[in-house]
């Protein structure tokens, strides 16, 4: 008995100093929360610091959004903290946070922060120590209630990341005023076009009575990282859009998102005069179009008084346009920014256009919009794709940025992985979003990169914007992966401000969604750094480009030769035979490479010159071309292609290497997505290097493991159970049931 006693005690004080009682495993998370925890400090040197500096807020004057701003921080606060944190309207104790604005808080006023305030902006924030009547103080202050919104999440981030205290002084203000989400959600059966993360967040059905509480975390989410801004439908537009019954339910979202500083916008669709209104035409110069037009913003906004305005896809993909009517692009934007100008409302006209008729279809975008610069009205946004094509793995940026002098334009980037591999597998974007703002246009000289242009920097325009189409759903997680996350959060922080490292968002984003410990930042950090290398090695490296199955977008067909359309095939992006590969797209092809400022287009226009990893965009080369390495394309190609597989296991490794550290839920959830993605990456892999070999003639080199089956077996897959259910979910964009 005495032993068995003395056994269990032994027992016990092990378990009590073993390092898995220490480092308790974190308790299991479904993701809803995403990088808004506020989670318990653990370390209590920390906590004691916070707890000592930051005990109440004082909040007083403003609206809505600084109702939300305060709100917010207590929640943070009380979380962070582990204890009710009291507000108030005075300042009346040492740690106070005091937030507000000059206009609407008179302890705001007192500090006199109007000069540092002023250059801030609308939107931007100031964050300080400082004293009021003798009490230490940290004062969050901005111009209007959503700078004061973006200061306290700034705030809590800190806190979140446990920064010292004293490094908390900072004003702010982001770089583009228009920080805006996309959604390419449908109105029917709550479909989402590239949705991948469960059914559309919008209930119609229960619409307007029921106000799902998710439709405010949302717009929380969102504002946490800057994002003022959302247009909630597809830009496949369903006319139905814009009548009452939807505007109705429309509203009530529009309500939900505004005291969290979001504004709502709608995608439309522009033969909807025709489709809703009874006309015959949809002709942007006939006045009963632009008389039916300017009826139905002036109801949009008896509904919705701070509506933004229209996100349009014309002309493109099926979608109806001006062109349809003999008009331009200039002459549908103009019309509808028309009917929005009384109203303080705007157009994002999209440049996604490609004809099947036109020989290449990089050239289009540029084509058909630089002849209409200077015809847009002031409220009117050019929208432009980071690339020329479509979303890919890599692409250069599009040489519309840079070209558009008189014409302000925006940038688009795609958070949903449309084509890098949906919810399945592991792709952090913000050191895509990054290469492109980084990108130097040369448009005004040596460093005349996209995210200066996008921010008005460079032709000083008037209207300046970030979108991004993102993906969440009813999924708990609200993006099925949940490292899509990663990537919603990089939009919002590289909107406030492009010129972030993406490895420092990466850094916040493990912080906050995962854990402070170092054991995870830093190898999770790794896997983040390396995924989108690792998708665009294991897909299409050297440039190679949209070698995907048709429709879906999910496993490889570069085999892909019979469409509706040669630009919906994969042969015409590779254009592989026996001589080589690549797309020539110079002097001697068709010259696209003559849309970029030099030097940009001298160096991608030489074949010595030209980064690898650019290559194919824009030469076609022999089999044995000699590469950077020293190897041929073909052993190049080959080399890319195993990297990238062998990069999915590095990231296996290293997931593994968190095991215990991060909540079991997430860990496993992960590590099974990770077993998806490699055996994906060696379809893409095997399925690319056999395809290719029947032209290069050329073996695998040595040192390399063989394919584990043929080129047909490959073939077979592309239709079957490889592509996720989610695909299948889908009905055709914008058709009414
Ligand atoms: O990326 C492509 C998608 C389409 C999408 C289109 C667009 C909304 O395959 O599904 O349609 O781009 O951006 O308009």
């Known amino acids: 008995m005495t032993i068995r006693i003395a056994t269990l005690v032994i027992f016990g004080i092990l378990l009590l100093v073993s390092p898995a009682r220490t480092h308790a495993q974190p308790p299991d998370d479904d993701g809803y929360r995403m990088w808004l925890r506020y989670d318990l400090i653990a370390d209590a040197d920390v906590l004691a610091g916070y707890r000592n500096a930051l005990q109440r807020i004082a909040v007083s004057g403003g609206g809505d959004v600084l109702q939300s701003a305060a709100g917010e921080l207590a929640t943070g606060l009380s979380g962070l903290l582990g204890r009710e944190i009291p507000v108030s309207d005075a300042v009346d104790g040492d740690g106070t946070i005091l937030i507000g604005t000059p206009d609407g808080s008179a302890a705001v006023r007192s500090l006199g922060l109007a ?91 229960s619409l307007p009575e029921y106000r799902n509480p998710r439709y405010t975390d949302y717009a929380r989410i969102n504002a946490s990282i800057g994002i003022n801004a959302t247009v909630i439908n597809n830009v496949n537009a369903d006319p139905r859009m814009l009548t009452d019954q939807f505007l109705e339910k429309t509203a009530v979202l529009a309500d939900m998102f505004r005291p969290w500083g979001i504004r709502l916008y709608l995608s439309v669709n522009f033969d909807s005069p025709r489709r809703i209104g009874g006309l015959k035409t949809a002709d942007p110069l006939d006045p009963d179009v632009r008389a039916w037009w300017r009826e139905r913003v002036e109801r949009i906004y008896s509904y919705i008084p701070d509506f933004g305005g229209f996100l349009v896809k014309a002309d493109s993909e099926g979608q109806p346009g001006p062109q349809g009517y003999g008009r331009t692009h200039a002459d549908g934007a ?78 688009e980037l795609q958070v949903t992985q449309e084509y890098f591999g949906f919810a399945m597998h592991l792709a952090y974007m913000g050191t895509l979003f990054s290469e492109v703002l980084q990108a130097d246009t040369y448009a005004r000289g040596e460093g005349s990169t996209v995210g200066r242009v996008i921010d008005g920097s460079v032709f000083g325009y008037r209207r300046t914007g970030m979108a991004a189409v993102i993906n969440p759903g009813t999924d708990r997680n609200w993006t099925g992966h949940p490292f899509v996350q990663s990537s919603w959060y990089a939009f919002g922080r590289l909107a406030w401000d492009h010129t972030l490292a993406p490895e420092a968002i990466a850094d916040e984003w493990i912080r906050m969604t995962f854990s402070n410990d170092p054991r995870v ?217």
């Open 115 to 205: 000069d540092r305030l002023e250059p801030l902006g609308r939107d931007g924030f100031l964050i300080d120590r400082t004293t009021v009547g003798g009490r230490d103080v940290i004062v969050v202050a901005g111009n209007t209630d959503a700078g004061v919104l973006y200061g306290v999440f700034h705030l809590l981030r800190q806190l979140q990341m446990h920064r010292p205290l004293d490094a908390l002084p900072t004003a702010q203000a982001p770089k583009v005023d228009l920080r805006i989400v996309n959604h390419w959600d449908n109105l029917n059966r709550r479909s989402v076009e590239r949705g991948y993360g469960g059914l559309s967040l919008w209930e119609w059905g």
């Open 334 to 411: 103009n019309m509808l920014a028309d009917a929005l100008e009384p109203h303080g409302g705007i157009v994002m006209w999209r440049a996604f256009v490609y004809r099947p008729e036109q020989g290449d279809r990089f050239r289009e975008a540029y084509d058909e919009f630089v002849p209409l610069d200077g015809q847009f009205h002031e409220n009117v946004i050019v929208q432009v794709k980071n690339g020329p094509i479509d979303f890919q793995p890599r692409e250069p940026f599009s040489p519309l940025f840079g070209a558009m002098e008189k014409t302000n334009t925006m940038l």
């Open 521 to 737: 930042v830093e190898p999770v950090k790794d896997i983040m750094m390396m995924s989108r290398e690792a998708g665009v090695n294991y897909r299409s490296p050297i440039g190679l480009t949209h070698l995907y199955a048709q429709g879906h977008h999910y496993g490889p067909a570069p085999w892909h030769a019979r469409s509706g359309r040669p630009d919906w095939t994969a042969v015409y992006y590779h254009r592989a035979d026996r001589d080589g590969i690549g797309f020539d797209r110079t002097a001697t092809g068709s010259n696209a490479v003559e849309q970029y400022h030099e030097p940009v287009a001298a160096i991608f226009r030489d074949l010595e010159k030209i980064p690898d990893e650019y290559l194919l965009w824009f030469h076609r080369v022999p089999w044995d071309h000699r590469m950077k390495s020293g190897r041929t394309l073909w052993n190049e190609l080959v080399h890319k292609y195993y990297e990238g597989v062998e990069q999915v296991r590095e990231m296996q490794r290293l997931w593994d290497s968190v095991e215990g550290l991060v909540d079991r839920y997430r860990f496993e959830q992960v590590k099974a997505l990770l077993r998806v993605q490699e055996r994906d990456a060696i379809r893409w892999r095997d399925s690319c290097v056999l395809y290719f070999q029947t032209f290069s003639g050329q073996p695998i080199p040595d040192g390399y493991e063989k394919p584990a089956h043929s080129l047909e077996h490959y073939r077979s897959l592309e239709t079957t159970t490889y592509v996720p259910d989610t695909w299948y979910n889908q009905p055709p964009p914008g058709v009414p049931d």
